[in-house]
């Protein structure tokens, strides 16, 4: 089987890819508007004994910020890649896969399957980077002691953008 795209507009890999860019955009503006605010409101308490208090507050929602956005690119990359992958098999014409959970298997061995299925072999850092990013996600549920930082983020988000432009440099245009 191919991976197929129907046209530009089609929620092929390209547009999955445009849509992490725009979640980076979002953060990176969010870390923008909080540093800009809090900078301006360590100024207006600085007189007092709270310009500690300001600038960890800062740093707590900027940290804040960065841990659900890591965890969401997650989770999106998650859905996006059971919307994709059911897709592509519907242009193929076989059946749409089962996602349901096998034994023992992650997600991210549910899209090994379907890259295998598909012939495809991405680069190795890109599934690796993926799954050891779920391991911690899920330390960080289960313990609330673990918080990504921005690096992890990036480095997750990274990584998901790869996926996503090497699947779209493999589709091939069917009308």
Same mark, same amino acid.
């Given at each position: 089987m191919n991976l197929k795209r129907r046209d530009l507009k089609s929620k092929g890999a390209a547009y999955h890819c445009s849509q992490a860019?725009?979640?980076? #955009? =979002?953060v990176d503006g969010a870390i923008e508007v909080i540093s800009? #605010? =809090?900078?301006?409101w360590i100024e207006l308490l600085s007189a007092g004994s709270l310009d500690d208090f300001a600038r960890t507050t800062d740093a707590w929602l900027v940290e804040t910020l960065i841990h659900g956005a890591w965890i969401r690119e997650y989770y999106e990359w998650e859905k996006a890649t059971k919307d994709y992958f059911s897709e592509q098999h519907r242009l193929n014409g076989s059946p749409a896969p089962a996602w349901k959970n096998r034994k023992g298997w992650s997600h991210v061995d549910f899209v090994r399957d379907q890259l295998e299925i598909f012939s495809?072999?991405?680069?190795?850092?890109?599934?690796f980077i993926v799954d050891r990013n779920k391991s911690y996600i899920d330390a960080a549920k289960?313990?609330?002691e673990y918080f990504a930082d921005e690096k992890q983020f990036r480095e997750l988000h990274a990584a998901i953008a790869d996926f996503w432009n090497e699947l779209a440099s493999l589709e091939e245009d069917v009308p």
């Open positions: 860019g725009r979640r980076e #955009d =979002a800009r #605010d =809090a900078t301006r495809i072999s991405l680069s190795p850092h890109i599934l289960q313990d609330g």
